[in-house]
């Protein structure tokens, strides 16, 4: 499956293509029906399904200084996309250029002239152009050259499937919500670091992850599965998310120990999968009661795990 670049020439046998079009960041419910009605569409009439994301949000652009609040990276979205039947992700570059490009020269110059597009799936609330001038509506007023096909919001218990419903509950300790919502568990993926080593110290040595540009779930201890990403390996174990207060300096970092591994992680590149929150973060009088705790959450998260494939 092809990664494309929207200010690059659309190759050639992707002309004519139908696409996708939002942010589409988490994947979730919502986002799958868009990309579902692309592919159908595109396969009945015999064309390419692109599925297309903005790296970076267009709020990360306008807001630089709001928290972290990512559900996915480009990776996972690149792997999502092809697991949906996508032929290729087209990323929409949000710098300068593209925001202060209007809603005219956006449909017209964009989607029509450069890339080609035959069609264009979206949200029925999807909007684009300078100042979010283009809606739907103006989509439309371009059908002598572009179809277009909009979904319905995802409802689910009488609210739509959004990705601020699935922010919210990974704020809120409940990665079985977001898990729901999203057709699969939230995951952090990135390359291990060395840390100071304290949990080797302790018996518990875990691969230290930083969270970059993630959302950050409630800080505390989660039963998670683990994917070594060059073997496939797939691991269970616990894990710490946040500063951890038993130690100086605080430090944010995302610390999963794994039952059973001995391999040395340093280096690769990990997904680590948030199943169940098991506790809030705690400080400890003594490091033997944090041990102690430590292999209580262990044996929880052992029993929480026991029926997830490996």
Not at 138 to 159: E, F, I, K
Not at 201 to 207: H, L
Not at 220 to 226: E, F, P
Request: proline share 5%; charged share 25%.
């Amino acid at each position: 499956m092809r990664w494309l670049d929207h200010r690059d020439a659309m190759p050639a046998p992707l002309r004519g293509a139908i696409i996708a079009l939002g942010n589409f960041d988490g994947f979730h419910r919502g986002h799958q029906a868009v990309a579902g009605e692309a592919i159908r569409w595109a396969r009945a009439e015999g064309r390419p399904a692109i599925v297309a994301t903005f790296d970076p949000h267009p709020v990360r652009f306008f807001k630089p200084d709001v928290p972290p609040f990512r559900l996915t990276t480009l990776e996972q979205r690149h792997e999502l996309y092809l697991a949906a039947g996508a032929a290729a992700m087209l990323v929409f570059h949000f710098d300068t250029d593209l925001a202060g490009t209007s809603a005219d020269d956006f449909a017209s110059g964009i989607l029509l002239d450069h890339l080609g597009a035959h069609g264009v799936v979206t949200g029925e609330d999807f909007t684009y152009g300078r100042g979010a001038a283009g809606d739907v509506a103006h989509l439309r007023s371009y059908a002598d050259r572009l179809q277009v096909r909009t979904t319905g919001a995802v409802m689910d218990d009488g609210a739509p499937v959004s990705s601020s419903r699935i922010r919210a509950a990974l704020r809120a300790g409940d990665p079985q919500e977001a898990a729901r919502l999203l057709t699969r568990p939230f995951a952090i993926r990135g390359i291990v670091e060395h840390g100071d080593k304290r949990g080797r110290t302790i018996g518990y040595p875990t691969a230290n992850l930083a969270l970059e540009s993630y959302l950050r779930p409630a800080y505390g201890i989660y039963a998670v599965t683990g994917r070594i990403l060059a073997t496939g390996q797939l691991l269970r174990g616990a894990a710490n998310l946040g500063v951890r207060p038993q130690f100086e300096p605080p430090k944010e970092l995302l610390e999963p120990h794994f039952f059973d591994f001995t391999g040395d992680l340093y280096g690769q590149e990990i997904e680590v999968a948030f199943h169940h929150f098991l506790r809030a973060e705690a400080r400890f009088d003594t490091l033997e009661q944090l041990t102690q705790q430590m292999e209580r959450d262990c044996a929880k998260a052992r029993r929480l795990l026991s029926g997830v494939a490996q």
